[in-house]
């Protein structure tokens, strides 16, 4: 699919196929990941892969809708902060890098016909405790990954008028 094709086609899904999802697209959307640049090309970030259906069930209490937790997969994205580039006034980068490369998933599943929904709304001390997050590592989006199986209503957007402003504030 064509690049702008691709993100004019991308939609937050909340209704997937029951279908797998074949290894070979997937790997294609990890190493999409992969290659996402970050600050100082630290990269401080892991990904879990996860398809064994009792994480998933257990996920459920992070984050109850059924559209999460039943779909076919689901990719945790986590921050390492430490291993973050860290700006002088001290703002930590971590949040930035991570959002940066789990966008590149995103875009690459709609490039595969994928459906994918951002998902921050989780309890975090719940992903920590079910998928063993060790002290340092910070869950910071998820999404189920699967065939799309509903087309959502247009969504609207600002204008480019309301959101640039040209030299200057
Ligand atoms: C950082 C971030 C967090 C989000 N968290 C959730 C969430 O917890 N649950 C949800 O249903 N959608 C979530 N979304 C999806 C947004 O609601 C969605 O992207 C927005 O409404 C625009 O719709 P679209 O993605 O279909 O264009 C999140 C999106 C972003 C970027």
């Not at 959002?99 to 920590?128: K, N, Q, Y």
Request: with cysteine; aromatic share 10%; glycine share 4%.
């Amino acid at each position: 699919m064509e690049f702008y094709e691709v993100l004019k086609k991308r939609r937050s899904i909340r209704k997937y196929k029951k279908a797998p999802v074949e290894q070979d697209k997937i790997d294609r959307i990890l190493e999409a990941v992969r290659i996402a640049p970050s600050a100082a090309n630290f990269q401080p970030w892991h990904f879990i892969v996860i398809k064994d259906e009792s994480v998933k069930l257990a996920l459920k209490e992070a984050y109850g809708r059924e559209w999460f937790y039943t779909a076919p997969l689901i990719i945790c994205a986590c921050g390492e902060p430490a291993k973050a580039w860290v700006r002088r006034d001290k703002r930590n980068y971590v949040d930035v890098d991570v959002a940066i490369a789990f966008e590149h998933l995103v875009l690459a599943a709609a490039a595969e016909g994928l459906g994918t929904c951002w998902v921050g709304a989780f309890d975090p001390a719940v992903v920590r405790r079910v998928l063993g997050l060790p002290d340092g590592i910070e869950p910071i989006a998820m999404t189920p990954i699967g065939f799309p199986d509903e087309t959502p209503r247009p969504l609207s957007r600002k204008s480019t008028a309301e959101i640039v402003r040209r030299d200057r504030w």
